[in-house]
């Protein structure tokens, strides 16, 4: 869900002396990015509000200010990265499919090569997360909501691309962006764990098939060419 550069603490350190709701802004992003951090690492029973605290270099008695409990900080975790993300893919989806002068899937099947690399925080904090929310209903009905958001986002940029396209009839958009969406972090894990099992250009592939816009096979039969009479 979230990558490791959405909770890159760099953006909330100060290049100017703040005001009060800045400074209380700057700290709560501080402490998310070391939350980041320290749940990838040791898992939600493993981690520490008074190791997440020091990390953000502040107090335990600061962090309380702003989190009830160890489970409040988790879930806006899961909230604000995964609503990040959400915002991320979609900008970068929209400029996929805007761009005249590229493929739209080569583009997506590069996002699958690039998400199979491994990351040291996403990975762990997608698995955290995903623990957490098959044993709590509450939570589970929170990757609903973030689903249904991205699944929003992408919908009418697929829609336009299946109408651009002239897709055949068969499969709804709202179909369609549900396989993209699958496909793409789907076939990402599937690369990481059996590397040679999906190609660079696979998704690429599998969409152009999907979106009617595959090539067409040469002919089996040559045309003939001959503009001579025919002899019978």
Known sequence: MSDSSDFDDSEFRPRRRLTQAETKAQTHGLLLAAAARVFAQKGFAGASLEE???L???TTGALYHHFA???QLF???LQTGWSRQNATFTEAMSKMFEDKTADPFDALSRTVVERSEPDRTREPL???FWQYAIRNPDTMAIFADKLREQHDGAKPIIEAAMQRDRTPPGI???EMTTIVLV???GLARFRRIYPHSVPDDLLARALRRLFGTEPKPPSSHPADTHTGPRVS
């Open 52 to 54: 997440i605290a020091e």
């Open 56 to 58: 953000a270099g502040y």
């Open 69 to 71: 409990n160890k489970e």
């Open 75 to 77: 879930l806006e975790l």
């Open 126 to 128: 997608e698995g955290e």
């Open 172 to 174: 709804t958009p709202e």
């Open 183 to 185: 496909l793409v972090p």
